[in-house]
């Protein structure tokens, strides 16, 4: 019985896949179901961990900022997620994804928020450095620079 309880834990209590979380990130803003649920699956990530899960869990906490009810709150949270976003970029400044998370969290959040400065920097990083990728990241960034309101249509069209 013990055997079982610790198998659960452990594999409740996993490092979630980045696959897992690529496909959550692209509904979280859906729905308060889905972005409970992505905030869900990041609540064990913590800065030892990979700096894109963490630039993740950031992100996670700016869409939950949405939800929260008092306006301390909603700050509170959203610095917390921010403060993430910028932490992995920090360590991992090279990083096309997690440049990705910041670029879309900063594109849609109001700009009385105040995080909205790296914008231009980050999407040329993007246009920059997606020919390199390949596979799933290079389709996964393909599909957010063709949704994304920050690239014309001339850029989107370099994706493709």
Avoid: C, W
């Avoid at 064990?44 to 301390?72: F, H, N, P, Q, R």
């Avoid at 949270?77 to 400044?93: D, R, T």
């Amino acid at each position: 019985m013990k055997t079982i309880f610790l198998f659960l834990f452990l594999f409740l209590s996993s490092t979630p896949s980045i696959t897992e979380i690529r496909k959550l990130y692209t509904t979280a803003t859906d729905s308060e179901i889905n972005a409970k649920e992505f905030a869900a699956k990041l609540n064990e990530v913590g800065k030892e961990d990979s700096k894109t899960l963490v630039a993740y869990k950031g992100a996670s906490l700016a869409i939950i900022s949405k939800l929260e009810k008092k306006i301390s709150d909603k700050s509170k949270k959203f610095k917390e997620g921010s403060s993430l976003i910028e932490y992995a970029v920090a360590n991992e400044p090279n990083s096309i994804e997690i440049r990705m998370i910041r670029l879309s969290v900063q594109e849609n959040v109001p700009k009385i928020v105040n995080y909205r400065g790296n914008k231009k920097e980050d999407k040329k990083f993007l246009l920059d450095h997606f020919k390199e990728q390949s596979g799933a990241l290079k389709t996964y960034i393909g599909d957010f620079i063709t949704q994304s309101k920050s690239f014309t249509a001339t850029e989107k069209l370099l994706v493709k």
